[in-house]
């Protein structure tokens, strides 16, 4: 078998609701996807939700090959991209490459992608996550009870710019969740908004409170020096990692002992092959992994496989517009099907309706840094405060 050529698809939508952080706290509903095929000389497509206008410049490297060899074909890549770095668009065209290579592989093998990847069973465990700095009262407490009516018992709440609003909100939270779990699970992300000693003074604040379990992004994702300051001065761990590249990248973070969850994603680790890679490092560390957010997801399937997942972000805001996934939440996990590969189906009518020749300008997050981030606390303008319309 032999890939014959790519074909990529962009499309614009409208999630469900909006989502925001601490750096774009106002939040966004508009948003762009991608869709990347490859085709092979016996009719079987492998897929991948992702783009990067470098994807054009590797397929060279691709056609031509037989596309079991997924790991090869990742080395492969590396290696082109090599004075430049495994950086910005080119790491996440080999990550959407590598992703559809292994969707490939596994409908080759004519079985879902969790058993190619060497799991026992298709399931992991899921975490509720609003990205919900955005949201009223009412619309997080909705979203959190949501997750716990189908058993999810851990939650994480966007904060860092306005202390009341964040241990309020907590608490919202957690009286959402506990229909699921007596004691949920907490955790908070600040998204690189702070200093690591304010993050000390804040996370020290919220604990006087609350149980928190990790304290996500703290400080900023290269400053082991920081990072390992928080996670000695406060009681939660400290996750960080979702928005680093490959194995090179955790290597500081690991080795100072910065970091207590590793955490990692599909397109943003170099795909499957770069997340099992950091993955096994973080194992061989005795530290666990938490899979970041993706839609339908579909990392779950590599979540499956690793020995150290401890859970999988689930955001689900509505970024599936125009096609159809084979897994389901139950129990608190995500449990996936048989249908072969990714088990992604897409409605070829629905992705024409809103697909667009080329892609408009950014749409949504990342959004920058907010001002003041990691110097001066900025008070939120009016039209970022919507948490103050109580429940």
């Known amino acids: 078998m032999k890939v014959t050529g790519f074909r990529m698809k962009t499309y614009v939508y409208k999630m469900d609701r909006k989502i925001g952080d601490a750096n774009f706290p106002g939040g966004f509903q508009d948003a762009m996807g991608s869709l990347l095929y490859i085709d092979t000389d016996e009719g079987i497509t492998g897929i991948a939700l992702g783009g990067s206008p470098s994807i054009r410049k590797l397929e060279p490297l691709i056609v031509g090959e037989d596309p079991r060899g997924v790991i090869g074909l ?70 959190y009870r949501r997750m716990a009516e189908v058993g999810v018992d851990g939650g994480k709440l966007k904060v860092g710019l306005d202390m009341d609003a964040d241990l ?7 009286e959402a969740l506990s229909i699921a779990s007596e004691r949920p699970m907490l955790t908070i992300d600040s998204n690189e908004y702070w200093s690591p000693k304010q993050a000390i003074r804040h996370i020290q604040e919220i604990e006087k409170h609350f149980d928190i379990t990790w304290a996500e992004e703290p400080a900023r994702r290269w400053d082991y020096r920081g990072l390992r300051l928080v996670s000695e001065s406060i009681k939660a761990a400290v996750a960080t990692g979702e928005n680093i590249n490959d194995v090179s990248d955790f290597y500081a973070l690991i080795a100072n002992e910065a970091v207590d969850i590793v955490e990692i994603g599909g397109l943003n680790t170099t795909g499957i092959t770069g997340a099992m890679q950091v993955a096994h490092m973080a194992h061989a560390f005795e530290l ?19 020995p150290n997942h401890l859970g999988l972000e689930v955001v689900d805001p509505g ?73």
């Open 74 to 143: 990742w080395k492969k890549m590396i290696d082109q991209v090599f004075k430049g770095g495994n950086e910005g668009q080119d790491k996440l065209a080999i990550g959407t490459i590598d992703v559809a290579l292994w969707d490939l592989k596994a409908k080759i093998n004519n079985e879902p992608l969790w058993r190619t990847l060497g799991a026992r069973e298709g399931r992991c465990k899921a975490y509720a996550s609003g990205i919900d700095l955005c949201l009223t009262d009412d619309e997080i407490f909705a979203f």
């Open 168 to 174: 309020r909100r907590l608490g919202i939270m957690k």
């Open 288 to 306: 666990p992994v938490a899979m970041m957010n993706c839609p339908a997801n579909f990392m779950s399937h590599l979540s499956a496989a690793l």
């Open 319 to 391: 970024r599936e517009p125009c096609f159809t996934w084979d897994s389901h939440i139950e129990d608190g996990w995500i449990v996936m099907g048989n249908k072969p590969g990714l088990g992604i189906e897409i409605d070829e009518k629905k992705l024409a309706k809103i697909a667009v020749d080329s892609p408009p300008p950014r749409r949504g997050l990342p959004a920058g840094r907010r001002e003041g981030a990691g110097l001066y606390e900025v008070p939120p303008t009016p039209d970022e405060v919507v948490w103050e319309r109580k429940r």
